[in-house]
């Protein structure tokens, strides 16, 4: 929820399950979930990609102010299933990042 400042994660039904990030997020934008289950976040405000276990928990911030928020930014993020690969690109400033392997939460 962008406007909110944080992510719902919600069943198939549309149910409330529970909520991440609150007081953690500023303008989040997209959300992708790797192999292990976690949450990561294109936390565009905070300029970083936060990375969340599959319980909520604020593990690390990633590539922290590599992409620049300039207010109407679009930016995405995508695991890739097959390598566990994570894709993240920011449109207003035409960059694209590539992470791997993925981030254990062991």
Not at 15 to 34: C, M, R, S, W
Not at 45 to 57: I, L
Request: with cysteine; glycine share 10%; charged share 20%.
């Amino acid at each position: 929820d962008r406007g909110a400042n944080e992510v719902r994660i919600m069943t198939l039904e549309g149910e409330d399950v529970h909520t991440i990030g609150q007081g953690q997020l500023k303008y989040p934008n997209d959300v992708a979930v790797d192999s292990c289950g976690n949450i990561l976040v294109m936390d565009t405000g905070n300029e970083r990609v936060a990375v969340f276990s599959p319980r909520g928990q604020l593990m690390a911030s990633v590539l922290q102010g590599t992409f620049k928020d300039r207010g109407n930014t679009h930016s995405y993020i995508s695991v890739n299933p097959l390598t566990g690969a994570i894709s993240v690109s920011m449109d207003d400033i035409h960059k694209v990042a590539i992470l791997c392997p993925p981030i254990s939460s062991g």
